[in-house]
């Protein structure tokens, strides 16, 4: 039973912006934090931001800052990661993450979405 879906991802050229969102049609109290990650070609995944249902406390990965903004809508259950000033090493599948402590670690967040590509061409 899917619970997170993403939408936005998509074809972009350098230097223009895209914006994720997140709905998370099962929402519950202990999923504090809800998060981004990304995944390129022949690459690791890594953590890009998260974000804090109660008070929108945020948490930005170094190479994200200054461009990415994550936000939530309590109203809606979803979650947006705006990207700007994108760059060809931004490409890669996206995915959102549900969990309970705002971390960048994995491990820590319960589950996850099926990603959404992101291609950003030079």
């Known amino acids: 039973q899917v619970q997170l879906v993403e939408s936005g991802g998509g074809l972009v050229q350098a230097g223009g912006s895209l914006r994720l969102s997140c709905a998370d049609s099962?929402?519950?109290?202990?999923?504090?934090?809800m998060g981004w990650f990304r995944q390129a070609p022949g690459k690791e995944r890594e953590f890009v931001a998260a974000?804090?249902?109660?008070?929108?406390?945020?948490y930005t990965a170094d190479s994200a800052k200054g461009r990415f903004t994550i936000s939530r809508d309590i109203v809606k259950d979803t979650v947006y990661l705006q990207m700007n000033s994108l760059k060809p090493e931004d490409t890669a599948v996206y995915y959102c993450?549900?969990?309970?402590?705002?971390?960048?670690?994995?491990?820590?967040?319960?589950?996850w979405g099926q990603g959404t590509q992101v291609t950003v061409s030079s």
């Open positions: 993450a549900g969990g309970g402590a705002l971390s960048r670690a994995e491990s820590l967040y319960d589950y």
């Open positions: 099962k929402r519950t109290f202990s999923d504090n934090v």
């Open positions: 974000i804090r249902w109660s008070d929108a406390v945020s």
